[in-house]
């Protein structure tokens, strides 16, 4: 006979563990978790891309346990959650403005949005958007900013379609692959999760030395 104590230990789920999302909710559960965090702004501060790399890990079979997922479910899963997500959180930015960012407290969320400002003066809505995605808390604060600041809702649509697509597919897939390829594969998951998160901040991180290489010739004119 089940306890009470034994029944709530296992509906316990740590949201900012992607095994214990995934083994609670399953594929349905990335597709939740993609859209709360790229567009509610209590998302900030979930695990998407540690997320996405462990479902597309899990999805191989070579990892032990008991958790193990479809990859077509899981990748269109990802994909409408991301999208959808994102796109709910420019329409909310259009529809309550700056009030839904002010209202909120978290110093960490406040920081995201300075740097999602800096993301859209500094690099133009398209590759602002596409880049957004790659950045924790910025990718969820950036789409009811774009919002706010009125980006054409078709810019924003195609570019956040392209940046989220290149993200949500990329990391899974990302995660098969290597799950793929190498044996038992979740002893190595945290090194792994950690390397892909690096990775997934290399093109913001070419972008920015990119801009600072091209401003010094422009000040040095000036």
Known sequence: MTTPIAAASQLAVNVLD?????ATFGV???????????????GFFLPGD???FTAGLL?????????????????????VGALAGAQCGYLLGRKAGTALLSRSRSQRLHEGVKRAEEFLERYGHAKAVVLARFVPVVRTVLNPMAGALEVPVRTFTVWQTVGGLV??????????????????VDRYLLPMVALIVVVSLLPVLAEVLRSRRTAGPERGDG
Do not use: D, K, R
């Open 50 to 52: 540690s997320l996405l």
């Open 59 to 79: 999805c191989t079979g070579t990892a032990q346990g008991s958790v193990h997922l479809s990859l077509g479910p899981l990748l269109v899963s990802a994909a």
């Open 18 to 22: 992607a095994h214990s999302l995934l």
């Open 167 to 184: 993200w949500s597919v990329g990391l899974t897939l990302a995660g098969y692959a290597l799950g793929s390829s190498i044996p038992n």
């Open 28 to 42: 349905l559960g990335v597709g939740v978790v993609m859209f709360v965090e790229t567009g509610l702004l209590v």
